[in-house]
């Protein structure tokens, strides 16, 4: 190197020694993260306003001026939490959910038959066990002395449902309705030839029927329930759907 190179760099190690940081003026940028996270805040929680938000930051860690929050809600368009918490039917419905089960029959040759439960408000499957009378003989019913209990894999949520969804199959006998009616839970019959209606449960016997049933044999009423309880903590835990994120 020559003389001048070393001495330019000595005068640019100077100049950088007595020379103040310089930083750009106003507050500093939010960080994309916390960006999303204010905005996801405020619209899962109508009722939080920005001080409620500014407040939840605060307990996670983050510092932030409630300033802040307020300017970046008012810019991203969400209306104050007053006018902002107006109920719609979305939300009115989901909340209704929490009390709803569905059920349909899930029939499956020899001799065994699936009553699935459902919960509307999480999506999650239920699966109480096979019954006799699933093999198309209109005589013989779900729900009867010689099946198990329906409500006995819901014991957990079971006191917070207040409605099952079923259609008018006539395998459904009146002790099926009792099961559930002893539990306080109402019993809602769909319109006729309205699968629409029950949707839920429909959705739920045509996926466990298509990832599941169709690809494999049963043989007996014990390897119905094994490959079902199987499924259905693979399903609830597992299986990405909306339900899971």
């Given at each position: 190197m020559t003389p001048e190179t070393l001495l330019?760099?000595?005068r640019a190690l100077v100049s950088r020694h007595w020379t103040k940081p310089r930083r750009p003026p106003g507050r500093p940028s939010l960080a994309p993260v916390l960006r999303r996270l204010i905005l996801r805040m405020a619209a899962e929680n109508p009722t939080w306003g920005y001080r409620r938000v500014h407040?939840?930051?605060?307990?996670?860690?983050y510092r932030v001026a409630p300033s802040t929050v307020w300017l970046l809600l008012k810019r991203a368009g969400m209306e104050p939490a007053p006018r902002r918490e107006g109920l719609t039917w979305r939300r009115f419905l989901s909340a209704q959910a929490q009390g709803m089960l569905a059920c349909d029959l899930l029939p499956r040759r020899p001799g065994a038959a699936q009553a699935p439960v459902r919960a509307v408000h999480n999506r999650t499957g239920h699966s109480p066990g096979a019954?006799?009378?699933?093999?198309?003989?209109p005589d013989r019913g779900v729900g009867g002395p010689a099946g198990p209990q329906p409500a006995h894999d819901l014991a957990e949520r079971i006191g917070q449902v207040s409605f099952l969804i079923r259609d008018r199959d006539a395998k459904f006998t009146d002790s099926f309705d009792v099961v559930f009616g002893s539990e306080g839970i109402r019993i809602l019959r769909t319109p006729?030839?309205?699968p629409r209606a029950n949707a839920f449960a429909e959705r739920w016997v045509g996926t466990v029927r298509r990832e599941l049933l169709d690809r494999m044999l049963i043989v007996g009423r014990r390897h119905l329930e094994t490959v079902l309880t199987g499924y259905v903590v693979h399903y609830n835990q597992h299986r990405p759907h909306r339900a899971l994120g």
């Open positions: 330019r760099w000595h407040g939840e930051l605060v307990q996670l860690g019954h006799p009378g699933g093999d198309g003989q006729v030839r309205a």
